[in-house]
């Protein structure tokens, strides 16, 4: 008969366990040295490929098809003809949308009605040119008839029949009137579009003519004290009365003559 007791000494070992191996025992997971080496090394080569990018993307993607321009698109061009523009940006077949686009800036700002361009890419085969054209801000005398200037008084090449103007008749180039009408033009839009003539009254008087209104100022009013009108005009309109002129030379006045 087998005694199964343990021996007077010796501790019971109790049922039996399996011991885990601390990882020194059992090996480790990671993978190779040769594989972390050789995984860090291709990591570099695609950052070094994307850092250097600038250098040699452009000009081996300009060797495919995919990406020769077929399409040429101009934004904010209302007096230009983009038919005048086009021929000055001198693309032929080949041309592709990675081709440096500085010289396309610089070709399209050359046309007389341009003042800068700014092209940029649309993939796969788009040019896409912002353009900022010079503003007429009134017409004035010129050969022939009124043509239309900018606020510098320079003659603007526009197609009236092409492009409609809706600006003040002036009867002189006056740079100090023009930059008011053009302040006007930027700041109060419901004022300008009641202005219809404009001239110079005097040393330092400036006269406008808003519909059935003649309004005064000096050669240095502010849109802000041309605005000055507007309440005037209003409280008038109540009492149902209408002012023949509107006169702001005087300072923190507005002085009405009614018929």
Known sequence: MTDDRPIAGEPDQGPARTRRR????????????WKRLARIGLLGTLALAVLSAPWWGPPALSTFDFFHVR???????????????????????????????????????????VLSAMARRSLPATIRITVVERTPVALAPGDGGLVPVDLRGERLPIDPSRAPLDVPVITETDTSLLRVLDQVRQDAPTLWARVSQAR??????LRFTLGGVTLR??????????????????????????????????RDQVIARLP
Do not use: K, Q
Not at 22 to 33: C, F, I, K, L, W
């Open 71 to 113: 399409t040429v698109e101009f934004d904010g061009v209302r007096y230009t003809d983009p038919a005048e523009l086009m021929p000055l940006l001198a693309l032929d077949t080949l041309a592709s949308v990675w081709m440096p686009l500085d010289s396309l800036d610089a070709r399209v700002a050359a046309h007389p009605m």
């Open 200 to 205: 110079r009254d005097g040393p330092r008087d």
């Open 22 to 33: 601390a990882p020194s025992e059992a090996g480790s997971d990671a993978p190779p040295r």
């Open 217 to 250: 100022a000096r050669d240095d009013v502010t849109v802000a004290r041309l605005g000055d009108i507007l309440p005037v005009e209003a409280d008038l309109a109540r009492r149902r009365l209408r002012p023949t002129e509107l006169d702001l030379r005087f």
